[in-house]
């Protein structure tokens, strides 16, 4: 059973996704996504477990052995990404049961559940697969599901969004696919292990630089990476609740986990850091998405699309931590990988819970209202606290460890970018706040109540990202082993 795990990890999900259109309830397409979701979550837990105990396990489809056929694999350096991504979703099932009742008509729903079923399995699928033409089919099931439920949005502005991210997204997905064809010209293999082996053997050529170059630019596209992140703040903030807590977690966590893989495993970080100028490039391209995104998200005056461009800088510390090539870099990088997930999920959930109570997350309409809805502040402002990188918030342990990385590899300019960019997250941390507590109302209308799912979900992420805070040896173990195992060569 457990030799099996790796293909049930995705087929559960995918299997579940037709099931929901099927049933066409709302409920029961409900509940099926949430036993996709949990079935997601146990296989990624017994993984591993699995893998810390007994090392990287290998699954060949169909009983093709590799290099001929597909493989999985399950490794130190994706058993993080599953968690998250089952996590997330687990979470999303939960907290969907509220909010789509109130965001999508009833005959919607079960469309939006298939959606996500399909997503969950191209993420996942994205995250397991050896090969990389199957890494590319995923790819492309994954942002399929997503356009479409961005499209789905409650408000206006969701298909113009929605569209957008598709026309961005393609050609992010054309390059990377460009990137695949040219390492097959070179190496006649699509396996990734294969393909590691022949490109170490051969000749480095202009092919070879540019396979690169076009991977490291689509998956940047996927990854919101700046100045590749037009997309973001549209999709993000137009989506339903449910789904921009769920994407806001996994979508562009998963793309830099992909940038991660085939940087390390397939082409090689002597190529990569070395020979090409990639790191440097991925370094500034950081700094420039920390100070920037965060300047823009202080003039924000919707709340999802303030958090939206929050997530672009993010992003962009995660990049940097990649592009030092380090150990402690890319150890930093996973840490905050998955610290920011759980903090980002936690506002994007509270965003959703405004946006049910008060039918508008327009800062404007938030005047006055912390008085009204304590606990829904206090969530948002521990939460974006975490964002800041004030101890003990999970977001203060990512930042320290990405902060001992930069002075050790000597790059002063990030570093400086990266309190710039915390400083400015205090101050659209900060406004949120005052415009909360310390405005009048706008309006002597009693908020609705709070569904209690939605609750639920917002303080357990919360309540996730403090206990991350005070106590870092559950993250810091996944992310040191990750790092390992990718410097290792995938071991």
Known sequence: M???LPVLQVLIPLGCAPLCVLLRRRSLAWLVFLVAALGSLACAAVLARQVAAHGPL??????????????FVVAGYNTPVLLVVSAAAVAAAVYSLGSVRTEIDDRRAPLLYTFLCLTLGGLLGLTVTGDVFNAFVFLEISSLSTYAMVALGPRRRALPAAFRYLVIGTVGATFVLIGIGLAYAVTGTLNMADLAARLAAADSDRALYASV????VGLAVKAAAFPLHAWLPGAYGESPSAVSTFLAATSTKVALYVL???????????LVFGTMPIGRIGLLAGALAAVAASAIACFQTDLKYLLAWSSIAQIGYILAGISLGTADGVSAAYLHLINHAVIKAALFAAAGLLLVRLGSVQLSALAGLGRRMPWTFA?????????????????????????SALIEAGQWPVLVAMLVSSLLALGYIGRVVETAWFREPVSAAEPSGAPASMTAVVWALVAVSVVFGLDAALPATLAESAAEALLNGGG
Not at 58 to 68: E, I, Q, R, S, T
């Open 2 to 4: 457990i030799a099996n």
């Open 58 to 71: 290998h699954y060949a489809v169909g009983g093709w052995a590799p290099p001929y056929g597909i493989e």
């Open 213 to 216: 170059v076009f991977v490291f």
């Open 260 to 270: 991660c893989r085939l940087t390390f495993t397939v082409f090689g970080a002597g």
């Open 379 to 403: 969530a948002i402002v521990i939460a974006g606290l975490g964002l800041v990188g004030v101890p003990p918030t999970a977001g203060f342990a990512g930042k320290w460890a990405l902060a």
